[in-house]
């Protein structure tokens, strides 16, 4: 069984940077797509970014070209770069397979990202 581990989350003021990580353990991380989502109070879970295995990303509207998903997959890890951040992207950040897929792997704790303004 796959377990996801997010790190690097904290809080940042509006305009900053922060860099998410998410290392798996066990087998056949490389041969899935990824995806980072978030969950913010009150709200549903949304994608963020998602990247195949061949290394193609998409984006939601709101993070595209402030947000850049990567993965290595000799390190079974998952990145989200994020810059120029603003109060509406906190939220806990989530990694796991990418949307569309038949059965996640059991969610980890996630990370907090909080911007303040």
């Known amino acids: 069984q796959v377990q996801l581990v997010e790190s690097g989350g904290g809080l940042v003021q509006a305009g900053g940077s922060l860099r998410l990580s998410c290392a798996a353990s066990?087998?056949?991380?490389?041969?899935?797509?990824m995806g980072w989502y978030r969950q913010a109070p009150g709200k549903q879970r949304e994608l963020v970014a998602a990247i195949t295995t061949g290394g193609e990303t998409n984006y939601g509207d709101s993070v595209k070209g402030r947000f850049t998903i990567s993965r290595d997959n000799d390190k079974k890890t998952v990145y989200l770069q994020m810059n120029s951040l603003k109060p509406e992207d906190t939220a806990v950040y989530y990694c796991?397979?990418?949307?569309?897929?038949?059965?996640?792997?059991?969610w980890g704790q996630g990370t907090q990202v909080t911007v303040s303004s």
């Open positions: 066990g087998n056949f991380f490389s041969i899935y797509t």
């Open positions: 796991n397979k990418g949307p569309g897929t038949r059965r996640f792997w059991p």
